[in-house]
């Protein structure tokens, strides 16, 4: 037990030396690059992030409490969450159908289907709210079979949720997508000849390693349908009390010179986007842990 015991301490010893040595040979270009990366993210994030709250200090606490609590805010940030959240859920499961078809199965025109994903990325988002305007007007193509159903598209909150499920559904799909690639086929197979179906091996097997990745795309493809303006601005309508979304509203009060209770506004969506992103980024860190051993 003694050697033993002297013999673990020493290559122990020995391993610490090699870590420092190495740590300190590290350091000179962790400093030069972290300095960059502090520089860079100071002068694109935070310094432009820090004038919403300058403006925003320049409310009274009445004031800001009284801009925020008003009926038209109140209203408008139910109809931003609600539309997101319900796009959101969307996007989750259609995002895993597609990633899952797009990885597990070839067919002709995978490789169009593959860049058609990424379109939402490069489209201009005022393009992307004309083009759902026009499609689903009472003039346009779905539009007008809509109508015939008595649904109407355009003007109305299903109108939002479309374009922000739009603009979103490449998040979840990008996040899914090399988890899936990764993933170990021969647990699958393992499962499939003790008799399991496809859809216990989805549900036991396939979902729970896919889980950190689907709840993080699913947390970004939210963040961005919150901040979405683009696309919606043309088929919402803008109707306050009714399809004003919180962009929006935060848009007419710019237009008007009022920078505070634009910023205001815009304090709290970011408050509560950053806290969306937060929690994501520490529940994918602790899966890699857990994935890693690493308690």
């Known amino acids: ?33 972290f300095g960059i990366t502090v520089t860079f993210l100071g002068l694109l994030v935070i310094l432009p992030l820090s004038y919403i709250v300058i403006y925003t200090l320049k409310l009274s606490p009445e004031r800001f409490f009284q801009v925020i609590f008003s009926k038209r805010v109140v209203t408008s940030f139910a109809l931003s969450l609600s539309s997101a959240l319900i796009a959101t859920l969307v996007n989750t499961v259609m995002g895993v159908v597609i990633a899952f078809v797009l990885v597990r199965y070839e067919f002709p025109g995978k490789r169009i289907m593959d860049a058609l994903i990424e379109i939402p990325f490069a489209l201009p988002t005022s393009v992307a709210g004309i083009s759902l305007t026009a499609l689903y007007g009472e003039r346009g193509v779905l539009g007008k079979l809509y109508s015939h159903l008595g649904i109407s598209v355009a003007y109305t909150r299903l109108g939002i949720i479309i374009a922000l499920t739009f603009v979103s559904i490449p998040y979840v799909v990008r996040s899914v997508e090399p988890v899936l690639n990764n993933l170990d086929h021969s647990i699958e197979e393992a499962a499939g000849s003790m008799g399991a179906s496809r859809s216990l091996i989805f549900r036991r097997v396939i979902f729970p390693e896919i889980a950190p990745a689907v709840f993080s795309g699913a947390a970004l493809s939210f963040g961005r349908c919150l901040g979405e303006y683009g696309s919606v601005v043309f088929i919402a309508g803008n109707m306050p009390y009714k399809t004003e979304i919180v962009p929006i509203i935060i848009m007419s009060r710019l237009q008007e010179f009022n920078y505070s209770e634009a910023s205001a506004i815009a304090f709290v969506m970011l408050i509560f986007s950053f806290m969306i992103l937060f929690i994501s980024n520490i529940v994918s860190s602790h899966n890699i842990k857990i994935k890693a051993g690493i308690r």
């Not at 391993?15 to 270009?29: A, D, H, L, R």
């Open 1 to 33: 037990m003694e050697v033993y015991s002297t013999g673990y301490t020493a290559e122990t010893e020995r391993f610490g030396q090699e870590m420092e040595s190495s740590t300190k040979k590290i350091i000179p270009g962790f400093r030069l690059t």
